[in-house]
Nanobody, 121 residues
Framework: QVQLEESGGGLVQAGGSLRLSCVTSGRTISYDTMAWFRQAPGKEREFVAATIWSGITYDRIYADSVKGRFTISRDNAKNTVYLQMNSLKPEDTAVYYC????????????WGQGTQVTVSS
């Protein structure tokens, strides 16, 4: 029932920007933790960013490698989470995945299919 679908990946030159989108169907994301992960060839999947409902406000968490360059945001009315990626570097090249976990869960139980981001130098 719950499905996540990423879009917005592509090829961009170093220093350029991309905006990824993740649309969730089958569930309202308002109180879900939504996150972005990425996996480069030959490497393990790594955490990129998350937006978390604390019960009061939305907190944003970033990996050190993307802090200051990437921004995660959400539009609950559209059931969509975004990842704005600026100042892209070749090392950002990876398949980017959207994932969610519920307020009662501590694991990401639903994942998107991934979208390829390639940054050329």
């Amino acid at each position: 029932q719950v499905q996540l679908e990423e879009s917005g990946g592509g090829l961009v030159q170093a220093g350029g920007s991309l905006r990824l989108s993740c649309v969730t169907s089958g569930r309202t994301i308002s109180y879900d933790t939504m996150a972005w992960f990425r996996q480069a060839p030959g490497k393990e999947r790594e955490f990129v960013a998350a937006t978390i409902w604390s019960g009061i406000t939305y907190d944003r968490i970033y990996a050190d490698s993307v802090k200051g360059r990437f921004t995660i945001s959400r539009d609950n009315a559209k059931n969509t989470v975004y990842l704005q990626m600026n100042s892209l570097k070749p090392e950002d090249t990876a398949v980017y995945y959207c994932a969610r976990r519920t307020t009662l869960g501590n694991q990401y139980d639903t994942w998107g299919q991934g979208t390829q981001v390639t940054v050329s130098s």
